[in-house]
């Protein structure tokens, strides 16, 4: 049923499934529209086409793998007026985004010293699975970072007002309710500001190893050999349950508001109802908390690289979500529309000239960061106006994920792992055993090849690879 349009796009047609409202579209080569169609990826994004009030084209990034209700990699925009919201559509790890951070350092002067580098880095930002932070703050103040997000962190003496320009949204969503956020909530996050947490999240010392657009690189403040340190985290277990909360909310407001899904998983109700605003305040507000999060672990990085390297001057190029629902307004089928789009496993892609880029990147464009697997390559790229015409001004957000944490854990030994990864000359800490073997680099699919596909489909453009050098994992 898939009708190849070109090299890099898959149209799914609305026959595919009863009841599609729009068009499906795939971004892929001919490896990876094999991968995607190894699970439910594609009955997933069909499914999306189904629910009232999208327009445009339910959207698949070349990363993208089955999820919850959405696939992980999907974007999709609802109408503000007709259209509906889902939890589903935006992920449990709400606002988990990437955070880039240039150093004054080449790879000769950080080499040395690099396993005492990685070691007190492991040592003074927890990471895995519940962990808890350093940093002591009552539930008031946690309602402030909920309000405020990584401004709060700048005015409470870790970060400046350069970082919080170089954030998307600046750090702070605005439109936001903490009284919305449940009391279970905040008891699982008000411990876990500053933690890195487990899974797929990482943080990476990496070196500058190919730079593609050295003008739009040098307009970032990057460049060839630069030691760079690449943050991978989220919401932490606040943003997992305001998401729990959330979709049984929505569930029971499918019966209100007469409201039928294919799949329960993509549960939702109207944007403009009540339900609908209290799941977007409460996503804002998990959203700021990950915004201070790695406002935090920046400056605990910071830190460590005073005291290693006696200098921490960790600059930040940029900071992206990638499991947000954001209010846009985007040209669809000829006129300028207000929409809801849902970036699930996707982040923005926005062209030089967009009013909302900080004024010192708006004539080159938004970075956009894409983090490859455990020892591979991670990608900077720049926004495109590609990408405003097809995918809501939207990329992928990484290599996406191609085994099973389970087949992962069946196929390599820890020791296995650590030994393939230092004959790469790559350094490797980690809280568990069985957390590095889930994320080792081949459960994922090849970065380089899914950024081909970006990139060729003109949605982003390449600007600068990124080697790992240390990995710190949950």
């Known amino acids: 049923m898939l009708k190849k349009i070109d090299d890099y796009r898959y149209l799914i047609p609305k026959s595919y499934l009863a009841g599609m409202r729009i068009e499906g579209l795939i971004y892929a080569d001919d490896t990876l529209i094999k991968q995607i169609e190894g699970d439910q990826t594609q009955k997933q994004i069909a499914n999306v086409a189904t629910l009232p009030g999208f327009v445009g084209r339910s959207l698949a990034m070349p990363d993208a793998h089955q999820g919850y209700g959405f696939c992980i990699g999907g974007v999709a925009a609802a109408d503000l007026e007709e259209g509906v919201v889902s939890a589903g559509g935006v992920g449990f790890d709400i606002n988990c985004g990437v955070r880039l951070l240039a150093s004054p350092f080449q790879l000769t002067e950080v080499k040395p010293k690099l396993d005492h580098l990685l070691n007190q880095l492991f040592k003074d930002i927890p990471c895995g699975t519940g962990r808890k932070g350093l940093l002591e703050i009552s539930k008031a103040e946690l309602d402030r970072v909920l309000r405020d997000g990584a401004q709060w962190a700048v005015e409470n003496g870790c970060g400046n007002e350069e970082d919080t320009a170089r954030i998307e949204d600046y750090g702070k969503i605005p439109d936001v309710d903490p009284s919305l956020v449940s009391h279970r909530a905040k008891d699982r996050g008000h411990r876990q500001l500053g933690t890195l947490g487990s899974g797929n999240h990482f943080l990476e010392i990496q070196v500058v190893d190919e730079v593609y657009d050295a003008g739009t690189a040098s307009r970032f403040g990057v460049h060839e050999n630069q030691i ?247």
């Open 228 to 474: 760079v340190v690449l943050i991978h985290s989220g919401s932490r277990g606040l943003g997992h349950q305001v998401c729990t909360d959330y979709l049984e909310i929505m569930q029971d407001g499918m019966k209100k508001y007469g409201i039928s899904v294919v799949d329960r998983q993509l549960a939702c109700v109207p944007i403009r109802s009540k339900e609908g605003q209290d799941y977007l305040k409460a996503m804002a507000a998990a959203a700021n908390f990950a915004f201070a999060n790695r406002q935090m672990m920046t400056h605990r990085a910071r830190s460590v690289f005073q005291r290693v390297l006696g200098n921490g001057s960790l600059r930040i190029v940029y900071d992206v979500c990638h499991n947000i629902a954001k209010n846009e307004e985007h040209e669809i089928n000829g006129s300028r529309k207000k929409v809801l789009v849902h970036r699930k496993g996707a982040t923005r892609a926005f062209p030089k000239n967009h009013p909302v880029l900080p004024e010192e990147l708006r004539d080159a464009g938004q970075p956009v960061l894409i983090p490859g697997s455990m020892g591979t390559f991670s990608y900077v790229l720049v926004g495109t106006e590609q990408a405003m015409k097809e995918t809501f001004g939207s990329s992928c957000h990484g290599a996406g994920r191609a085994k099973s944490r389970t087949q992962a854990k069946r196929e390599t030994t820890a020791e296995q792992l650590i030994t393939e990864m230092k004959e790469k000359g790559i350094l490797v800490r980690g809280e568990t055993r069985a957390g590095l073997v889930e994320e080792k680099p081949d459960a994922y699919k090849d970065v380089s090849r899914v950024v081909d596909v970006v990139h060729g489909a003109g949605i982003a453009r390449k600007v600068a690879r990124l080697k790992p050098l240390a990995v710190m994992k949950g």
